[in-house]
């Protein structure tokens, strides 16, 4: 069982930057992947940014550019730089390990950008 703890998230404004931290109840260094995805008000859950245990990253086509997504194998914590905000970027943002075929969710952090 792998539990997944978010934080970071807040209020900021348009062009201003947050970085949220996804900290894991197990060693990470050989967990499939490990990635954030978020979910806006009526909308379905999204994939935002995912990193594999080599290290490989992939992002959303939306935050490509604007976002940094990076593991501290050490700390068994994941990190989501998001700079550049936009108000569009408002949701609620989850970190997801998927092991095994098992897929385990963080609680969500809120994050909110002001136009």
């Known amino acids: 069982q792998v539990q997944l703890v978010e934080s970071g998230g807040g209020l900021v404004q348009a062009g201003g930057s947050l970085r949220l931290s996804c900290a894991a109840s197990?060693?990470?260094?050989?967990?499939?992947?490990m990635g954030w995805y978020h979910q806006a008000p009526g909308k379905q859950r999204e994939l935002v940014a995912v990193i594999t245990r080599g290290g490989r990253t992939n992002y959303a086509d939306s935050v490509e550019g604007r976002f940094t997504l990076s593991r501290d194998n050490a700390k068994n914590t994941v990190y989501l730089q998001m700079n550049s905000l936009k108000p569009e970027d408002t949701a609620v943002y989850y970190c997801?390990?998927?092991?095994?075929?098992?897929?385990?969710w963080g609680q969500g952090t809120q994050v909110t950008v002001s136009s």
């Open positions: 197990v060693s990470i260094f050989s967990i499939t992947s």
């Open positions: 997801n390990a998927a092991d095994w075929g098992k897929t385990y």
